[in-house]
């Protein structure tokens, strides 16, 4: 069988320290300050869109369409419109999104543990300029 | 002994889902597409500014300034200058930034594996579209 280029390409490892890799779009998609989010909250399960903007404390409508859009692009949730009046959207992690998701939990969850500690760093860092 | 506020509030976990919580900013800071890979280059060891912006593909010598700056902030690296002519910069990672980074390294290590499955659903979700 032959080898197409794209087949070739679809092998090969990507490489953040390129410039031109695509793996970083993918990287920025996962771990965009909404992106993350999404990942994390959708573990629990199928969700509409409305739900997923209230328990995202500060998310525009436009920014979570946006995310949500370059996450199922990159075939990590999956988007099912039922037609209903208005229409019901709800959203779903694919086993891809669901792999991801645990990595970014564990960074999340290193996040939200460490931030006192972040922060006291943050506050001398901050007063040892003033000196 | 007394219990200043800012002493409670240090030892409150992050809440990345709440929109004022500062742990936005950290998360942000460790996954931004410079500060991941300034992280997992320091895992290496101590290196200099122009050393830094030799492995990193693409970044301007101001988005490396300000990304080192932010991950100094947070507590993530030390920067030590030695007074040569020029002025030699060096920089590392505390314990704490060595911490982080092995999650963040593990989530980059997982889209450089993945990106050809990426790209295959990249590929399929833009062919489905244009039917």
Same mark, same amino acid.
């Given at each position: 069988?032959?080898?197409?280029?794209?087949?070739? *390409?679809?092998?090969?490892?990507?490489?953040?320290?390129?410039?031109?890799?695509?793996?970083?779009?993918?990287?920025?998609?996962?771990?965009?300050?909404?992106?993350?989010?999404?990942?994390?909250?959708?573990?629990?399960?199928?969700?509409?869109?409305?739900? *997923?903007?209230?328990?995202?404390?500060? !998310?525009?409508?436009?920014?979570?369409?946006?995310?949500?859009?370059?996450?199922?692009?990159?075939?990590?949730?999956?988007?099912?419109?039922?037609?209903?009046?208005?229409?019901? !959207?709800?959203?779903?992690?694919?086993?891809?999104?669901?792999? !991801?998701?645990?990595? !970014?939990?564990?960074?999340?969850?290193?996040?939200?543990?460490?931030?006192?500690?972040?922060?006291?760093?943050?506050?001398?860092?901050?007063?040892?300029?003033?000196?």
């Amino acid at each position: 069988m032959s080898d197409s280029i794209v087949n070739r *390409i679809q092998r090969r490892r990507g490489d953040l320290f390129a410039e031109a890799c695509p793996s970083r779009s993918v990287l920025e998609h996962v771990t965009s300050r909404w992106g993350s989010l999404v990942l994390i909250l959708l573990r629990d399960g199928t969700k509409r869109f409305s739900e *997923i903007r209230r328990e995202i404390g500060g !998310v525009s409508e436009k920014m979570l369409a946006q995310t949500l859009q370059a996450l199922e692009g990159d075939g990590f949730l999956t988007r099912k419109v039922y037609p209903t009046v208005p229409p019901r !959207v709800e959203y779903t992690l694919t086993p891809l999104g669901h792999d !991801v998701s645990e990595h !970014v939990l564990v960074l999340a969850l290193w996040v939200e543990k460490n931030l006192g500690e972040v922060m006291k760093r943050r506050e001398s860092h901050a007063a040892s300029r003033k000196n």
